[in-house]
């Protein structure tokens, strides 16, 4: 059988990562930002030594990069990223399910075709695949900011972006403290689950905890809100628990007070990798002067995303329920 494109270019990311990994003795996510440098610069950089120079112009002789749309290298990133992930522990690598990505975008798309020109935020963007993947749905003039506290994973994103020739403005930096930005139209964020461990900052937030440490997710959603402009759009990948939780009344007085609930969308079990992972897509649109709850908000059930058919017909409603609700 005859490999794919995506299938060709991962390998090659791939071998050649693995090439500097066994030369620097570094891991593998460090050394696959050597290899995604060494292809948006063609070439080696000053600081690399001769023999490690010298095998990878030889392994760059073996593929022609330019020729690659821009989908398909954001693909074969995400599989290299995805390999070098399964390899660290960490809880925050974690990259968010390329379907679950396509709804986003469609879901983003739908929010703003009035839109000649917006400005769009992922608050925690990890690798940037999230926000790449909604890019690429979008046919606009679009402004994108990112921000993201480790600092591999902000390497990793800017030069994903790069590569996909993609312009995102990076924050490097812890996601909850005072952003130099004005606020977006579009907020797409795949929140982190769990405790923030940062008491003091929390205590600047409406939604922190009563006592002991407060959900992390529960901030973004604030701090998602504050750079918001008013009768903008926030599109937020949240675990199944959210209001079930808890400080979930707390959370829900907030949004009753602040936002309008648009829609959830409960994505099917079978794309995570446990029932306690499962995870919904909340749509909020920011109070406004002209703005409302819908009358009927969108609820939908997602099918298992193999199922072809069942997905066309709730793609079918989803598309009905725009066209009324515009």
Known sequence: MEKSTVEVLFEWMDETTELIQQHRNEPYLESLSITMEFLLDEGASEDMDDILSHKLQQAFSKINFRSYETEEVRKAIQLTILKGMKGSTQQQHLMTPDTVGLIVGYLADKLTKQKDKFRVFDPVSGTGNLLTTVLGQLKQEVHAYASEVDPTLIQLSVLNANLQKKQIEFFHQDSLSPFLMDPVDLVVADLPVGYYPDDRRANDFQL???????????????????????????????????????????????????????????????????????????????????????????????????????????????????????
Do not use: C
């Open 208 to 326: 922190k905890a009563d006592s002991g440490h407060s959900y992390a997710h529960h901030l973004l959603i604030e701090q998602s809100m504050k750079y918001t402009v008013d009768a903008g759009y926030l599109i937020l990948v949240v675990p199944e628990f959210l209001f079930d939780s808890d400080q979930s009344d707390k959370l829900h007085d907030y949004l009753q007070k602040y936002a309008h609930i648009i829609g959830v969308i409960r994505l099917p079990e079978t794309a995570f990798k446990t029932e306690k992972s499962a995870k919904s897509i909340l749509i909020l649109q920011k109070k406004g002067k002209h703005t409302s709850t819908p009358k009927q908000p969108l609820l939908v059930q997602m099918p298992s995303f193999k199922n072809s058919n069942a997905m066309a017909d709730i793609l079918g409603k989803m598309n009905a329920w725009f066209e009324t609700n515009k």
